[in-house]
């Protein structure tokens, strides 16, 4: 004998609802996409973070020597001197500094040409890889950030 259903009750639901196989992979393919596009944007976008604040930082350094070299009448022989020696770098690593005056001959940074970069003092990042070398022509030196024409040039060294 068949059932008969009371008055104003509704069909139970059809097991139709729910995404299908295809449809689960176009809506990943879609995310896939949209971070394949979105990563190279963001990854400039902090790699120029990085180099404004190693400007700024340099900058703050250089005041802070410049400030010293004034009331002193002579640069400073650390960083601990103008209170920036705890000062670090985007990548973790302390900023470097040589006053020219007082160091050893062939402690200076110099260019392809092996002349010195600077005639009063070196500032510079180790960059990423945190390891430098007195030429910038050596491979760990390439990505250092540095001071150079005695305040004239501040960027990367591969761009000297």
Known sequence: MPMHRPAGRLCPPTLTAG?????????????????????????RHLERSREASLAADMASIEL????????NNALPASLADVGMDTLEDPW???????????????????????????????LYSMGPDGASQTPLTAAAS???YIRANDGRF???????
């Open 19 to 43: 995404f299908g196989l295809l449809e689960i992979l176009a809506a990943l393919t879609l995310v896939a996409l949209l971070v394949a596009l979105a990563v190279p944007g963001l990854s």
């Open 142 to 144: 390439r990505d250092d």
């Open 64 to 71: 802070a020597i410049e400030r010293f070299q004034l009331i």
């Open 92 to 122: 973790g690593n302390g900023y470097r500094y040589l006053n020219l005056a007082t160091a050893a001959p062939g402690q200076a940074r110099k260019d392809r040409f092996l002349v010195p970069l600077n005639t009063d003092y070196d």
């Open 154 to 160: 501040h960027g990367w060294a591969s761009h000297y």
